[in-house]
């Protein structure tokens, strides 16, 4: 099977390692990749938001599967130009995308299917936010309508604050806060068969101890040691199953991979959001602990044969991914500063590129590599993702110290 992947993150680095062990991949091209997938993969340069350009990219490779890592090509369309070409493709359609393209499309989508979720209010103007604001109380919760590379969520006390945010999105979401550990699930669809990952948890604030302005993430780690018993199959049952039944009644079924943002309340979980595809950083860890092969499961899902597909096979132990940011991250972060000791297994290239001059590995982006490691137990992947960590210079460089310590350490309460 030859597989072309578009995306050039960590998730993509993360995902390409994956598919070239599996057996039935001959060839992996990516586009337009990285530094740490040119080892291991074919690079191609695409406009991966341009949908013709990416389906002719398809048609050129003679791709037996499209895999489409991040969000921004999914709204865009580019699934369904790769599906009108005859090729299979791991991505939903446009339509089906809007789940993470818009906040409101998907609480409507939410609320006709009867998800648990928070309350909220979709506003364009500051007397709507403010009153919105003041019925739900602090702290607040602001997010972007649309796409924001997971930046666009302001979770503050500071009324003022929340207020500039929605001022600088324009239109928003304002909701209830949901007050509970947070865990991410993803699950592999093909609009009808639905198959659930580990959970894993990420870290969104900047600083240690939750502080500070929300990034990308900063790290994460699986399998919960203090999941709730039963987790997974109340999400499938309340929040997945429904909300694919939803989208099939609308005509736009789901096809893909539903990540599901989950808050795990007093109430028992409630939905944060949804996204329309992996996300980064829990990909690298869950990933890390998947024993079946990857490509044959992401083609099921495209080819609408998952319910056939083999039970999941996993790793045993535990894997935690630590993210290395660069200076000023995530205002203003600095690139074109040299790397060194990036040359390792387990070092996840996110934002990084080479310089043409002499070949110098260079920063690119805010978050520029990750420390990925597994072992027998979470303190032990742990060790082993911060020795990564450790191992690598980049002037200026920032990365939290306490990725999964409160798990290790029980510290982690469920609400009563």
Partial sequence: MRVLLLGGGGREHALALRLTEDASVSELICAPGNPGIAGIAQQRQVDIVDPSAVAGLAVEVAADLVVIGPEAPLVAGVADAVRAKGIAVFGPSAEAARLEGSKTFAKDVMTAAAVPTARAYTCTDEAGTAQALDEFGPPYVVKNDGLAAGKGVVVTDERAAALAHA???????????????????????????????????????????????????????????????????????????????????????????LYVGLAITAAGPRVIEFNARFGDPETQVVLALLETPLAGLLHAAATGTLAEHPPLRWHPGAAVTVVLAAEGYPA?????????????????????????????????????????????????????????????????????????????????????
């Fill in 332 to 416: 203003k972060p600095r690139t074109g500063d040299v790397i060194t000791g990036a040359d390792r297994p387990g070092v996840i290239h996110a934002g990084t590129t080479r310089r043409a001059a002499d070949g110098a590995l260079l920063s690119a982006g805010g978050r520029v590599l990750c420390g990925t490691a597994t072992g027998p137990d979470l303190a032990a992947a742990r060790d082993a993702a911060y020795e990564l960590v450790r191992g690598i210079t980049l002037a200026g460089s920032h990365h939290r110290s306490d990725i999964a310590a409160a798990a290790i350490d029980g510290r982690i309460a469920l609400p009563d």
């Fill in 167 to 257: 001022r600088e999105c324009g239109r928003v979401v304002v909701e209830e806060y949901l007050a509970g550990p947070e865990v991410s699930l993803f699950v592999v669809t093909d609009g009808e068969a639905a198959v659930p990952l580990l959970p894993a948890q990420d870290f969104k604030r900047v600083g240690d101890g939750d502080t500070g302005p929300n990034t990308g993430g900063m790290g994460a780690y699986a399998p919960l040691p203090w999941a709730p018993a039963g987790l997974v199959d109340e999400v499938m049952r309340d929040v997945v199953h429904p909300t694919l039944a939803e989208m099939r009644r609308r005509g736009t079924p789901f096809a893909g991979l």
